[in-house]
């Protein structure tokens, strides 16, 4: 069995605008549309949040505020599990940009677009446009609302 924990970047700005990622994974034969995420688990002893902040870095060079949860949700399929975290955040520092080439090696991602997205425009893609089922649902669960105070995470000694 294998069990992944993820952690997802829902970054808004201030005319409530969602930043998405268009990307290309194997599975897919073209880029499609994706929130800011990434593996927990995967860089040492890090928190949910130091995640949710180095993935926000690596994947469109911007430093973040985090300021409330989206939920969690869990995906199974066969022996696969997906365990996802989502988070809200606003940018503090920096203009969401590419990263380069190489770097983009560096950290296995081939992203090839970002876009503002309004929540009608996010209406109105079809569900194929996005990289999963599970971004769909999590991004139409965050258009009908449900926020969650950060202090629902504790963490805890083993």
Known sequence: MSTKAKLGVFIVNNQ??????????????????????????????????DTARRECQE??????????SLGCYIAQKEDDIRIQFNLLAEIIEGEPKISDTEEQKNYDENITELKWFTKEELKSLNKDEFISNRIFVMINDW????????EIFKTVEM
């Open 59 to 68: 994947e469109v060079s911007v430093k973040v505020e985090l300021k409330k």
């Open 143 to 150: 258009i009908e609302g449900g926020e969650y105070p950060l």
């Open 16 to 49: 409530d605008q969602l930043l998405l990622i268009k990307e290309k994974i194997k599975k897919n034969p073209e880029p499609r549309w994706n929130i800011i995420k990434g593996s927990y688990g995967d860089n040492g002893i890090e928190t949910i949040f």
